[in-house]
């Protein structure tokens, strides 16, 4: 036992635990406070007349605005981010604050919204709720976004531009209904896709849909090294959870999100934006 004391004492073991260390404290740090990646994607829609031109649609989810990782004025860097890559579309998954267990500062709801009105594209931004929405104030939310000009879809569809877009509400907190926003997008004209929160709807979605594009994993959060994580928080568990992902002639796209929940940490994930490019058939 002395042996082995002693040689944990040695000062050439500290100093390699001390780097080691403060390497994985830097890899926390640059994980959890960098400045989003952005992955694109091209995806055909099912249902968008030929010859229209392509619409690029902007997905971010999980911005879990909440201390001490997600500001306001962070997530005004990243709206203007976001701003710089001209999307046509901004659609937002839900989930935009957080209620961390380790949160330093929990902001209001105009607080939270504010930056999000400064969101530029020309077919405008579309938000559905996540769980934490529901269990933070989504009246109040909802309230925010509306008076910031921000479309809420909330099991409900709508045309806008040449896409059909039906809002799917948060299937976590067993508030989905897919059945009324399939029957309102039938009536409508236009490509084809669903926004909502959770993945774990796309099994659910019938082909003439041709994409859904989601959030609420935030890819693990906590990953592993050499990829997958602990929890998926989906029922399915990898099937979806994270990135793009093609079953027959639908396919999913679930971001790791902007932000954090239970805990401000993030390692070996970061945080995304997704830029689609939304084609016709040929």
Not at 18 to 23: E, K, R
Not at 190 to 204: E, Y
Not at 234 to 263: K, M, N, P, Q, W
């Amino acid at each position: 036992m002395r042996s082995i004391l002693r040689w944990l004492l040695r000062p050439k073991l500290f100093a390699v635990l001390a780097v080691l260390g403060a390497g994985i404290s830097f890899k926390i740090w640059s994980d959890t406070m960098g400045s989003p990646e952005v992955h694109r994607a091209a995806v055909t829609l099912r249902g968008m007349a030929p010859g229209t031109p392509p619409i690029t649609a902007a997905l971010i989810s999980d911005i879990h605005v909440a201390g001490p990782d997600m500001s306001p004025a962070r997530l005004a860097r990243i709206v203007a981010q976001i701003n710089a890559l001209r999307p046509d579309i901004v659609l937002i998954a839900g989930d935009l604050v957080s209620e961390k267990i380790l949160s330093t500062h929990a902001y209001t709801a105009a607080e939270i919204v504010a930056p999000l009105a400064g969101l530029a594209a020309p077919l405008g931004v579309v938000v559905v709720p996540g769980n934490h929405d529901h269990w933070f104030d989504w009246p109040a939310l909802e309230r925010e976004l509306h008076a910031h000009g921000i479309r809420v879809l909330q099991n409900e569809a709508a045309q806008i531009g040449p896409l059909v877009i039906g809002g799917v509400d948060d299937a976590y907190t067993r508030r989905d209904d897919m059945p009324p926003v399939l029957a309102q997008m039938r009536a409508m004209q236009g490509g084809r896709l669903i926004l909502t929160h959770s993945p774990d709807v796309f099994p659910q979605v019938p082909g003439e849909v041709s994409l859904v594009l989601a959030g609420h994993t935030h890819c693990g959060q906590i990953a592993y090294p050499w990829g997958g994580s602990p929890a998926t928080m989906s029922r399915y568990g990898d099937r979806f959870a994270c990135g793009l992902h093609r079953e027959g002639s639908r396919t999913v796209i679930t971001s790791a999100g902007l932000g954090t929940s239970l805990a401000p940490v993030r390692l070996f994930t970061q945080a995304e934006i997704w830029l689609v490019e939304l084609t016709a058939p040929q």
